[in-house]
């Protein structure tokens, strides 16, 4: 049920993919398999998020986080601070600083997970998630710290993906100060600019 409901996610097919997640949840309940539960929250969560059903993918987060902690499972534990941080960051209302805030909070406690577990590429994500939120609260002296401990970890576990979409959003960071003589060294490491264009990193989304 569960894979069948992310195929149906990304086929856009919203309806269905709830349907098969809603399934694999009530199945995982009544086998007491609380590994697969806490999969299935965040899975749903994601899910939640996507549909921008905000509140609702938090209440699912909180359940998740709650067994994730249970079990000890500090990786998962992680997985659900990341992205719970990343849907109060999503959310869009009068109390957006308030919002961005416990975004904040929860990314940072993620890194600290990450941290305590040596999983760099996880850590350089929430690290890059973490960057995101302070530039869309204008904050990009911030930013731009965490982007840059970003590309770190990304250049030493040879991640080079991610490292030149990090590299995007700081080139783009350093235009909006003004900080022009800075940026040449990052556009000419960056060499595919036009096909990741619409990337999540390069515009700085959370």
């Not at 709830?18 to 999969?39: I, R, T, V, W």
């Not at 869309?136 to 982007?147: I, R």
């Not at 940026?183 to 515009?203: M, R």
Request: aromatic share 14%.
């Amino acid at each position: 049920y569960a894979n069948l409901g992310i195929v149906y996610q990304w086929m856009n097919q919203f309806e269905k993919a709830e349907e098969e997640l809603e399934s694999a949840l009530e199945l995982a309940k009544k086998s007491y398999n609380d590994p697969g539960l806490a999969y299935i929250y965040n899975l749903l969560g994601i899910f939640y998020k996507r549909t921008n059903k905000f509140s609702k993918s938090i209440r699912i987060f909180k359940k998740g986080l709650e067994l994730q902690i249970q079990l000890q499972n500090r990786f998962g534990e992680g997985k659900i601070l990341q992205n719970m941080g990343g849907c109060y960051s999503s959310i869009q209302n009068t109390n957006k600083e308030k919002d961005h805030d416990k975004a904040r909070l929860h990314v940072e406690k993620a890194i600290a997970v990450y941290s305590s577990l040596e999983e760099e590429r996880a850590m350089g994500n929430a690290l890059a998630d973490l960057g995101n939120i302070y530039k869309n609260l204008g904050q990009l002296t911030e930013a731009l710290d965490n982007h840059h401990k970003a590309l770190a970890l990304y250049r030493k576990i040879d991640e080079v993906v991610n490292a030149r979409r990090v590299l995007f959003v700081i080139y783009d960071t350093y235009i909006k100060l003004g900080m022009y003589d800075q940026t040449s060294q990052f556009f000419i490491d960056a060499e595919y600019f036009e096909s990741n264009f619409d990337d999540y990193y390069f515009l700085g989304r959370s």
